[in-house]
Protein backbone atom coordinates (compact mmCIF):
# COMPACT_ATOMS: atom_id res chain seq x y z
CA UNK A 1 0.00 0.00 0.00
CA UNK A 2 1.16 3.72 -0.90
CA UNK A 3 2.15 6.13 1.70
CA UNK A 4 0.36 8.83 1.10
CA UNK A 5 1.84 12.22 1.52
CA UNK A 6 -0.42 14.61 3.81
CA UNK A 7 -0.45 18.06 2.78
CA UNK A 8 -0.88 20.88 5.11
CA UNK A 9 -3.76 23.30 4.76
CA UNK A 10 -2.30 26.52 2.83
CA UNK A 11 -1.30 29.10 4.42
CA UNK A 12 -3.58 32.24 4.35
CA UNK A 13 -2.17 36.04 3.17
CA UNK A 14 -2.88 38.55 5.05
CA UNK A 15 -4.36 39.99 1.56
CA UNK A 16 -7.08 37.11 1.04
CA UNK A 17 -7.80 37.21 4.44
CA UNK A 18 -8.46 41.20 4.46
CA UNK A 19 -10.76 40.19 1.39
CA UNK A 20 -12.41 37.83 3.23
CA UNK A 21 -16.71 39.06 3.03
CA UNK A 22 -16.81 38.03 6.66
CA UNK A 23 -13.73 40.04 7.53
CA UNK A 24 -14.72 42.94 5.32
CA UNK A 25 -17.35 43.12 7.46
CA UNK A 26 -16.14 42.71 10.72
CA UNK A 27 -13.83 46.07 9.78
CA UNK A 28 -16.96 48.24 8.41
CA UNK A 29 -18.76 47.72 11.34
CA UNK A 30 -15.66 48.53 13.79
CA UNK A 31 -13.44 50.89 11.76
CA UNK A 32 -16.49 52.56 9.67
CA UNK A 33 -15.11 55.25 7.07
CA UNK A 34 -11.41 54.17 8.95
CA UNK A 35 -11.87 50.62 7.20
CA UNK A 36 -9.72 51.21 3.44
CA UNK A 37 -6.77 53.24 5.19
CA UNK A 38 -6.33 50.78 8.14
CA UNK A 39 -6.18 47.73 5.52
CA UNK A 40 -4.23 49.53 3.53
CA UNK A 41 -1.85 50.60 6.13
CA UNK A 42 -1.62 46.83 7.29
CA UNK A 43 -0.45 45.29 4.20
CA UNK A 44 2.08 48.26 3.72
CA UNK A 45 3.58 47.16 7.10
CA UNK A 46 3.10 43.63 6.18
CA UNK A 47 4.95 44.35 2.97
CA UNK A 48 8.35 45.71 4.61
CA UNK A 49 7.98 43.01 7.27
CA UNK A 50 8.53 39.10 5.98
CA UNK A 51 8.42 37.91 9.64
CA UNK A 52 5.16 40.06 10.12
CA UNK A 53 3.80 38.35 7.00
CA UNK A 54 4.07 34.79 8.10
CA UNK A 55 1.87 35.15 11.48
CA UNK A 56 -1.63 34.14 11.69
CA UNK A 57 -3.77 36.81 9.86
CA UNK A 58 -6.45 37.10 12.35
CA UNK A 59 -4.02 37.71 15.57
CA UNK A 60 -2.35 40.43 13.47
CA UNK A 61 -5.54 42.36 12.55
CA UNK A 62 -6.32 42.21 15.86
CA UNK A 63 -2.54 43.38 17.11
CA UNK A 64 -3.10 46.31 14.54
CA UNK A 65 -6.74 47.16 15.79
CA UNK A 66 -5.34 48.17 19.00
CA UNK A 67 -3.27 50.77 17.67
CA UNK A 68 -6.63 52.11 15.55
CA UNK A 69 -8.60 51.84 18.96
CA UNK A 70 -6.05 54.12 20.99
CA UNK A 71 -5.39 56.21 17.56
CA UNK A 72 -1.90 55.80 17.20
CA UNK A 73 -0.48 55.36 13.83
CA UNK A 74 1.71 51.66 12.96
CA UNK A 75 4.79 53.61 11.22
CA UNK A 76 7.89 52.03 12.54
CA UNK A 77 10.15 55.45 11.41
CA UNK A 78 7.46 57.68 13.54
CA UNK A 79 7.71 55.57 16.93
CA UNK A 80 4.18 55.52 18.31
CA UNK A 81 3.51 52.12 18.35
CA UNK A 82 4.51 48.94 16.72
CA UNK A 83 3.73 45.42 15.94
CA UNK A 84 6.32 42.64 16.81
CA UNK A 85 6.41 38.87 15.50
CA UNK A 86 7.85 36.22 17.61
CA UNK A 87 7.71 32.89 16.57
CA UNK A 88 5.22 33.89 14.16
CA UNK A 89 3.12 35.29 16.54
CA UNK A 90 2.65 39.08 17.05
CA UNK A 91 2.12 41.49 19.53
CA UNK A 92 1.10 44.80 19.95
CA UNK A 93 4.08 47.38 21.35
CA UNK A 94 3.51 51.25 22.27
CA UNK A 95 6.65 53.43 21.97
CA UNK A 96 7.35 55.89 24.28
CA UNK A 97 5.83 58.63 22.09
CA UNK A 98 2.84 57.01 21.68
CA UNK A 99 2.96 56.86 25.42
CA UNK A 100 3.75 61.02 25.74
CA UNK A 101 1.07 61.45 23.00
CA UNK A 102 -2.07 59.58 25.15
CA UNK A 103 -0.60 61.60 28.27
CA UNK A 104 -0.83 64.40 27.42
CA UNK A 105 -4.13 64.33 26.07
CA UNK A 106 -5.42 63.98 28.86
CA UNK A 107 -4.81 67.50 29.73
CA UNK A 108 -3.45 67.40 33.00
CA UNK A 109 0.05 67.29 32.47
CA UNK A 110 2.34 70.48 32.55
CA UNK A 111 5.33 68.40 31.53
CA UNK A 112 6.22 65.03 30.43
CA UNK A 113 10.13 64.61 30.24
CA UNK A 114 12.22 61.37 29.84
CA UNK A 115 15.78 61.12 28.61
CA UNK A 116 19.17 59.25 29.21
CA UNK A 117 21.16 60.42 32.18
CA UNK A 118 25.80 60.21 31.54
CA UNK A 119 28.03 60.28 34.25
CA UNK A 120 28.74 63.09 36.04
CA UNK A 121 25.16 64.89 35.32
CA UNK A 122 23.40 64.21 38.57
CA UNK A 123 23.88 63.64 41.91
CA UNK A 124 21.75 61.55 44.38
CA UNK A 125 20.85 61.33 47.71
CA UNK A 126 20.31 57.75 48.68
CA UNK A 127 18.66 58.08 52.08
CA UNK A 128 15.86 61.47 50.37
CA UNK A 129 15.91 60.12 46.83
CA UNK A 130 17.00 63.75 46.30
CA UNK A 131 18.14 64.48 42.33
CA UNK A 132 20.33 67.53 41.70
CA UNK A 133 20.92 67.90 38.02
CA UNK A 134 24.86 69.21 37.44
CA UNK A 135 25.14 70.20 33.85
CA UNK A 136 25.03 68.69 30.79
CA UNK A 137 27.98 65.72 29.96
CA UNK A 138 27.41 65.15 26.72
CA UNK A 139 30.89 62.95 26.21
CA UNK A 140 30.52 60.62 29.58
CA UNK A 141 29.07 57.25 29.39
CA UNK A 142 25.14 56.61 29.90
CA UNK A 143 24.45 55.44 33.60
CA UNK A 144 21.04 55.89 33.32
CA UNK A 145 17.80 56.80 32.30
CA UNK A 146 14.89 59.29 34.08
CA UNK A 147 11.99 60.01 33.56
CA UNK A 148 10.07 62.96 34.89
CA UNK A 149 6.77 64.78 35.07
CA UNK A 150 4.67 67.55 36.69
CA UNK A 151 0.86 67.58 36.67
CA UNK A 152 -1.18 71.06 36.26
CA UNK A 153 -1.40 70.58 39.71
CA UNK A 154 1.90 71.23 40.78
CA UNK A 155 2.29 67.61 41.53
CA UNK A 156 5.89 66.06 40.45
CA UNK A 157 7.32 63.08 40.35
CA UNK A 158 10.52 61.15 38.61
CA UNK A 159 11.81 57.80 37.66
CA UNK A 160 15.66 57.34 37.75
CA UNK A 161 16.72 53.42 36.64
CA UNK A 162 20.55 52.90 36.34
CA UNK A 163 21.92 51.03 33.16
CA UNK A 164 22.24 47.73 35.66
CA UNK A 165 18.61 47.79 36.32
CA UNK A 166 17.76 48.50 33.19
CA UNK A 167 19.59 45.28 31.92
CA UNK A 168 17.86 43.46 34.70
CA UNK A 169 14.42 44.48 33.39
CA UNK A 170 15.80 43.30 29.97
CA UNK A 171 16.89 40.42 30.81
CA UNK A 172 13.42 39.41 32.84
CA UNK A 173 10.96 40.63 30.75
CA UNK A 174 12.53 39.92 27.13
CA UNK A 175 12.77 36.04 25.73
CA UNK A 176 14.22 37.28 22.67
CA UNK A 177 17.22 39.34 24.61
CA UNK A 178 18.15 36.88 26.83
CA UNK A 179 18.30 34.63 23.99
CA UNK A 180 20.48 36.95 22.11
CA UNK A 181 22.89 37.54 25.25
CA UNK A 182 22.83 33.08 24.99
CA UNK A 183 23.71 33.10 21.50
CA UNK A 184 25.40 36.19 21.03
CA UNK A 185 22.56 37.54 18.45
CA UNK A 186 21.14 40.60 17.81
CA UNK A 187 17.35 40.00 17.09
CA UNK A 188 15.82 41.72 20.07
CA UNK A 189 15.80 45.64 20.02
CA UNK A 190 17.28 45.46 23.14
CA UNK A 191 20.73 44.28 21.31
CA UNK A 192 19.94 46.97 18.66
CA UNK A 193 22.32 49.80 19.71
CA UNK A 194 19.51 52.39 18.20
CA UNK A 195 16.66 50.87 19.56
CA UNK A 196 17.77 50.15 23.16
CA UNK A 197 18.05 53.58 24.14
CA UNK A 198 14.48 53.96 23.28
CA UNK A 199 13.11 50.94 25.32
CA UNK A 200 15.11 52.26 27.88
CA UNK A 201 13.24 55.50 27.72
CA UNK A 202 10.15 53.63 27.76
CA UNK A 203 10.78 51.38 30.57
CA UNK A 204 11.01 54.27 32.71
CA UNK A 205 8.45 56.18 31.69
CA UNK A 206 5.96 53.67 31.89
CA UNK A 207 7.47 52.88 35.26
CA UNK A 208 6.33 56.67 35.97
CA UNK A 209 3.19 57.31 34.73
CA UNK A 210 1.89 53.68 36.13
CA UNK A 211 3.06 54.65 39.70
CA UNK A 212 2.24 58.38 39.30
CA UNK A 213 0.48 59.54 36.57
CA UNK A 214 -2.91 60.08 35.91
CA UNK A 215 -4.41 57.12 33.91
CA UNK A 216 -7.15 58.40 31.29
CA UNK A 217 -9.58 55.51 30.15
CA UNK A 218 -6.79 55.81 26.87
CA UNK A 219 -3.72 55.02 29.28
CA UNK A 220 -5.52 52.15 31.12
CA UNK A 221 -6.66 50.37 27.83
CA UNK A 222 -2.90 51.05 26.14
CA UNK A 223 -1.38 49.26 29.42
CA UNK A 224 -3.69 46.43 29.05
CA UNK A 225 -2.71 46.11 25.65
CA UNK A 226 0.75 46.62 25.41
CA UNK A 227 3.06 43.80 25.43
CA UNK A 228 6.52 44.86 25.85
CA UNK A 229 7.94 41.53 26.94
CA UNK A 230 9.29 40.60 23.22
CA UNK A 231 7.83 36.98 24.12
CA UNK A 232 4.32 35.38 23.29
CA UNK A 233 1.82 37.62 24.10
CA UNK A 234 0.34 37.05 27.58
CA UNK A 235 -2.68 38.62 29.45
CA UNK A 236 -1.66 41.36 31.04
CA UNK A 237 -1.73 41.38 35.47
CA UNK A 238 -1.08 45.19 34.95
CA UNK A 239 2.03 45.22 36.48
CA UNK A 240 4.43 48.17 34.91
CA UNK A 241 7.63 46.23 34.48
CA UNK A 242 10.68 45.63 37.17
CA UNK A 243 10.80 48.43 39.01
CA UNK A 244 11.00 47.61 42.34
CA UNK A 245 14.82 48.80 42.95
CA UNK A 246 14.49 52.35 41.35
CA UNK A 247 14.60 55.73 42.51
CA UNK A 248 11.41 57.23 42.58
CA UNK A 249 11.29 61.22 43.75
CA UNK A 250 8.19 63.04 44.89
CA UNK A 251 7.93 66.56 44.83
CA UNK A 252 11.43 67.35 44.33
CA UNK A 253 12.58 71.02 43.87
CA UNK A 254 13.94 72.03 40.28
CA UNK A 255 14.85 69.19 38.68
CA UNK A 256 16.06 70.20 34.96
CA UNK A 257 16.01 67.43 32.39
CA UNK A 258 15.56 67.57 28.42
CA UNK A 259 12.55 67.18 26.92
CA UNK A 260 11.96 64.65 25.14
CA UNK A 261 10.47 65.54 21.33
CA UNK A 262 7.20 64.31 20.45
Known sequence: MENLAVQEPKKISIGNFLNFPNTQKFLED??????????????????????????????????AMNATALNLPLNKNLGYAYIIPYKGVPSF????????????????????NATEVREGEISRNKFTGEIKFLGENEDA?????????????GFRASLYMTEAEIEKH?????????????YSKRVSKWSDPDARPKMAIKTVLKGLLGTYGVLSTEMVKAFANDDDNESEP??????????????IVQ????????????
Do not use: H, W
Not at 234 to 247: L, M
Open 93 to 112: QIGYKGLIQLALRSGQYKFL
Open 170 to 182: AMRFSKMYAADKQ
Open 234 to 247: TKSNGRTGDIEEAV
Open 30 to 63: NLKENRKEFVSNLLALCDGDANLALCEPNKLMMC
Open 251 to 262: NEPELETEKVEI
Open 141 to 153: KIIGYMACLELNN
